[in-house]
């Protein structure tokens, strides 16, 4: 495996502006911010990205986002946040670490969606979704 970028910022071989530390994730300023504020937060273990990541350690990160987006608009001055994640190069995902972007949103027209919302069939909506509860309901997502 080439060396991770996230890894050694996470062992202290990079520098990074650290925002949180402890033994199990790590927020830093995302180096190439989209707004002002932007942030990430990682596991200090590596995971490629949601599909690899254990259940501990995604709690962990979330636990974390949430009492940083809390204190954003104070902090930054902004009005909301975005919480943003890609899984795989397809999905724009450029670090092959699990990351998840915390954005601070200071209006609409700053960012663009990172998708064009198209309509389709509400068949197919609800087909998709009686197959995705079916697998839910078989024990698919559980492990």
């Known amino acids: 495996m080439e060396k991770c970028i996230f890894c050694e910022i996470a062992n202290h071989n990079l520098p990074a502006n650290i925002v949180f530390e402890d ?13 002002k504020g932007h942030l990430l937060v990682i596991p200090k273990r590596h995971f490629i990205n949601i599909f690899d990541v254990d259940d ?21 001055g902004c009005s909301g946040i975005n919480l943003f994640h890609s899984a795989g190069e397809v999905a724009w995902q450029e670090v092959m670490h699990f990351h998840l972007h ?26 998709i979704a009686l197959a995705l509860n079916k697998k839910i309901k078989e024990g698919f997502c559980n492990g």
């Not at 209006?107 to 064009?116: A, D, G, H, I, S």
Request: glycine share 0%; charged share 30%.
């Open 23 to 35: 033994n199990d994730v790590m927020a830093f300023a995302d180096i190439n911010p989209a707004t």
């Open 56 to 76: 501990a350690a995604l709690n962990r990160i979330l636990q974390l986002a949430k009492r940083i987006a809390r204190i954003m608009p104070e902090t930054v």
């Open 102 to 127: 915390i954005i601070p949103r200071y209006n609409r027209k700053e960012l663009q969606r990172p998708f064009v919302p198209h309509s389709t069939d509400r068949d197919e909506l609800k087909e």
